[in-house]
């Protein structure tokens, strides 16, 4: 699955904020809290997205961009987003 230039922006922010939960909800969590999206949800579109965990260690490892992350779905992209992934990941499983 291929992620937008703004998902996978905003996806690293998020994978970010929760491996640093312990100082508190970073921006991209904000936004997800926001938009009243489950976290399990937008761990389907990385586990589709970026499935190897040595890049997402990475990814979490490295200081987050200055800019602030967007919210890049509307809740109709959100859930076409969310079929796209676990079909992808049906695809990899099977």
């Known amino acids: 699955m291929k992620l937008s230039r703004d998902e996978e922006a905003f996806l690293h922010h998020w994978m970010r904020?929760?491996?640093n939960f312990q100082g508190g909800p970073g921006p991209a969590k904000k936004l997800q809290?926001?938009?009243h999206a489950v976290p399990a949800q937008l761990a389907i579109l990385i586990a589709a997205a970026i499935p190897?965990?040595?890049?997402?260690?990475?990814?979490?490892?490295t200081p987050p961009p200055a800019a602030l992350p967007?919210?890049?779905?509307?809740?109709?992209?959100?859930?076409a987003r969310l079929r796209e992934a676990q079909t992808a990941l049906a695809d990899v499983a099977a």
């Not at 190897?52 to 490892?61: F, K, M, Y």
């Not at 967007?70 to 859930?79: A, K, N």
């Open 70 to 79: 967007l919210w890049p779905w509307t809740q109709d992209s959100l859930d």
């Open 52 to 61: 190897d965990p040595d890049e997402q260690a990475a990814i979490v490892a």
């Open 17 to 19: 904020d929760e491996a």
């Open 33 to 35: 809290l926001e938009h």
